[in-house]
T-cell receptor, first 113, second 113 residues
């Protein structure tokens, strides 16, 4: 069964810093990997979807990379802002066709003004 | 902007009540999902539906049922609410196969007293 891990579990940075969140998965046979953001008490907002054939995907200050062979993805956030404070989750779909997502454990990011 | 809408942000229900959580998507997606999210346990799939009137059990279906009479609407039913069903419930939808990304709603925080 696919296992998805995120390191670190929590991260605090001063405003303006660039930062990297890490996601690793045990089964490299994935269709894609999706990064989400979750604010406290709210739902998930999709940030980036990176397909298995892609190496990178960018949206504004966010850049996601994918290395299937090593089972890793990173989410790079440039010039962090207090509004970026949230929990970030990565997820990969179940390859068996069971229509499920395997979620990482999440990284709680705090950007200090 | 595409949307998944959950009808209630917060609900408080009594033990033994029958509870309906409603989810509507405006993207003409075939697939819809119900997850619950608990601290330390992450997101767990309760049920999903791949077509009108079709449903499949997820990882934790006990105590729940679902209804999908129209393509855009997927309801989660707690037949007899219990305190251990206090949780954040998240609805999601997706088109096609696992090649496509998921869109989540804003969540319903259910408290059973």
């Amino acid at each position: 069964k696919q296992e998805v891990t995120q390191i670190p579990a929590a991260l605090s940075v001063p405003e303006g810093e660039n930062l990297v969140l890490n996601c690793s998965f045990t089964d490299s046979a994935i269709y894609n990997l999706q990064w989400f953001r979750q604010d406290p008490g709210k739902g998930l907002t999709s940030l980036l979807l990176i397909q298995s054939s892609q190496r990178e995907q960018t949206s504004g200050r966010l850049n996601a990379s994918l290395d299937k062979s090593s089972g890793r993805s990173t989410l790079y956030i440039a010039a962090s802002q207090p509004g970026d404070s949230a929990t970030y989750l990565c997820a990969v779909p179940d390859q068996t066709g069971a229509n499920n997502l395997f979620f990482g454990t999440g990284t709680r990011l705090t950007v200090i003004p | 902007d595409v949307k998944v809408t959950q009808s209630s942000r917060y609900l408080v229900k009594r033990t033994g009540e029958k509870v309906f959580l409603e989810c509507v998507q405006d993207m003409d997606h075939e697939n819809m999902f119900w997850y619950r999210q608990d601290p330390g346990l992450g997101l767990r799939l309760i049920y999903f539906s791949y077509d009108v009137k079709m449903k499949e059990k997820g990882d934790i279906p006990e105590g729940y049922s679902v209804s999908r009479e129209k393509k855009e609407r997927f309801s989660l039913i707690l037949e007899s609410a219990s305190t251990n069903q206090t949780s954040m419930y998240l609805c999601a939808s997706r088109t096609g196969t696992g090649l496509y990304g998921y869109t989540f709603g804003s969540g319903t925080r259910l408290t059973v007293v």
